[in-house]
Structure formats: structure tokens, C-alpha cells
Nanobody
């Protein structure tokens, strides 16, 4: 069974930094796009950043220049968050498009359980 497990959340003061990580485990062939989403209190989940298998990344306008998404191997993605603001407070979720086996021509979509990031003013 494939699982995505996030870590690294917590309480931080405005202007501070936090690094999130997410690792995929279980049986699968490969991972295509990995991404971070977040759900602020009382709001819908929104995309924060994505990164392709080749390393191409995209960012939400609200985090450009402050957040950096990266991958160090086929199974782990990071989100470095700097200059944090109270409006960055949210549950952060890892997302991955995973190819089940070498013969599959599709990717299954997986979500982590989320990790809370709280930014105090």
C-alpha cells in the first residue's frame, strides 16, 4: 500500500522558516509530479507548489520568492518555507502522482495526512 508521510510542521514566529518533507513508501514503479497543497483555517485547499520528475517547479503567487520546492530522490519532496507570514498558517498536504507498475499507463493520485504549520504574529 502506497503512503505519503509528511513531517516538519510546527509553530513558528512570523519571519521565521520551516522545512517540510514528504516521503512515499510502499510498492510502486515511479512518481511523476509531486506537490504541496495547504488548507488555511476555514478555507479550501489550495495549491502551493509542484515539481516534476525532471525538476521543473511552479509556485502559487502568494509564496513565490519565499518558498522552495525540491526533490532529492525518487521518493522524497521538500518544501522550504522562509519569511513566513500569519496567512501561511494552514495544514500542509503532500500530493503525488504515482505509477503503480512498469506496465501501467496511468498515475494514481495520493495524498498525505497533512502537517500543521502555525505562524504567530
Amino acid at each position: 500500500q502506497v503512503q505519503l508521510v509528511e513531517s516538519g510542521g510546527g509553530l513558528v514566529q512570523a519571519g521565521g522558516s520551516v522545512r517540510l518533507s514528504c516521503t512515499a513508501s510502499g510498492n510502486f514503479f515511479s512518481i511523476n509530479i509531486m506537490a504541496w497543497y495547504r488548507r488555511p483555517p476555514g478555507k479550501q485547499r489550495e495549491s502551493v507548489a509542484t515539481i516534476s520528475r525532471g525538476g521543473s517547479s511552479t509556485y502559487a503567487d502568494s509564496v513565490k520568492g519565499r518558498f522552495t520546492i525540491s526533490r532529492d530522490n525518487a521518493k522524497t519532496v521538500y518544501l522550504e518555507m522562509n519569511d513566513l507570514k500569519p496567512e501561511d498558517t494552514a495544514v500542509y498536504y503532500c500530493n503525488a502522482a504515482i505509477q503503480p507498475d512498469i506496465n501501467s499507463y496511468y498515475y494514481d493520485n495520493y495524498w498525505g495526512r497533512g502537517t500543521q504549520v502555525t505562524v504567530s504574529s
